[in-house]
């Protein structure tokens, strides 16, 4: 699928992923410190070479190690799992940390996932903690929603509530999840209403 333009320097892909069945969206934020992409999947050649991936969750090692990056960004929890299926993580990340181009790491309640703030398209970048109104398991008619509690582990739907609560504090206007369709206005509300 061709690149979308989402805002300014900020663009999304989507690609067929053969175990979820689906296509799934990647994303591309240009920065002052270079391309970076979120949870890259057959990055389209049209893309210039990535200096930064970013990856939200350890299922979501897709294209990272082939994309040539000199800089793999992941969760310290997912590390050593993304290093075992050879994607060489070279900077691990927890919240509060702020990355090339300011954008800014936010724990979830699900153990090595984080969610990316990219204060300048106003848009959270989002793995599975989150999922859109066509995305599995089950297609809905609100924008946004949770994952499955089976997905969380030792957590509880009321956990990553509570740990997704303080992205309602930004001034979202964009909710970009891999699953599903993206929310690209009024994020915020998207967002207070999955919580809810």
């Known amino acids: 699928m061709p690149l979308e333009q989402l805002a300014p320097r900020l663009r999304r892909w989507t690609a067929w992923h053969e175990e979820w069945k689906q296509d799934v969206g990647s994303l591309a934020v240009a920065t002052g410190d270079g391309l970076v992409l979120v949870d890259p999947l057959d990055p389209p050649p049209v893309l210039p070479r990535a200096e930064h991936v970013l990856i939200t969750v350890f299922w979501h090692v897709r294209s990272?190690?082939?994309?040539?990056?000199?800089?793999?960004?992941?969760?310290?929890?997912?590390?050593?799992?993304?290093?075992n299926r050879g994607v060489e993580v070279t900077d691990a990340v927890r919240g509060g940390d702020v990355l090339?181009?300011?954008?800014?790491?936010?724990?979830?309640?699900?153990?090595?996932?984080v969610v990316y703030w990219l204060p300048e398209q106003g848009a959270l970048a989002v793995g599975d903690v989150l999922l859109g109104a066509t995305s599995k398991p089950r297609p809905i008619d609100e924008p946004l929603r949770l994952c499955p509690a089976a997905w969380l582990g030792d957590a509880s739907l009321d956990d990553l509530r509570d740990s997704l609560r303080p992205l309602l504090d930004l001034p979202v206007e964009r909710v970009l999840v891999s699953h599903g369709d993206p929310?690209?206005?009024?994020?915020?509300?998207a967002l207070e209403a999955a919580l809810a």
């Open 64 to 83: 990272a190690s082939t994309v040539g990056a000199e800089h793999v960004w992941a969760p310290v929890a997912a590390a050593q799992r993304l290093r």
């Open 100 to 113: 090339p181009g300011g954008i800014e790491v936010f724990e979830t309640a699900r153990n090595g996932e």
């Open 183 to 189: 929310v690209l206005a009024d994020g915020r509300a």
